[in-house]
């Protein structure tokens, strides 16, 4: 499967961090190997990872983040699991109530 650059540059953070799928990952490596733009961004990636982890320095303003830096940060906030966590309760419970109506709805 061939992958677009949007599709490589979004999972890149996902591929660092060991998450996706072993097909994907081929994929997503075959892609870095062809791929100049994507390639950069990748190591740009992982240099901004390294420099964030070692480094003590107050972060800077959003409005002047880049968005592999962004990206880490969302990834590193501890508020990140618990709103996926809540998203898919509210999703679930949305669900819940849509399917609860259409039943009533046929009984009468």
Excluded at 3 to 16: A, E, G, P, W
Excluded at 32 to 56: D, P
């Amino acid at each position: 499967m061939s992958l677009s650059c949007n599709v490589v540059q979004d999972l890149i953070v996902l591929f660092q961090e060991g998450v996706v799928s072993e097909e994907t990952r081929r994929d997503i490596r075959a892609h870095l190997k062809e791929c100049r733009e994507c390639r950069r961004v990748y190591r740009e990636y992982a240099f901004l990872n390294r420099e964030e982890f070692h480094s003590a320095k107050e972060p800077k303003p959003e409005r002047e983040l880049q968005y592999g830096e962004v990206a880490a940060r969302i990834r590193k906030s501890k508020y990140w699991s618990r709103s996926i966590v809540g998203a898919a309760f509210a999703l679930g419970i949305g669900i819940t109530i849509l399917v609860t109506r259409a039943i009533l709805r046929g009984e009468n």
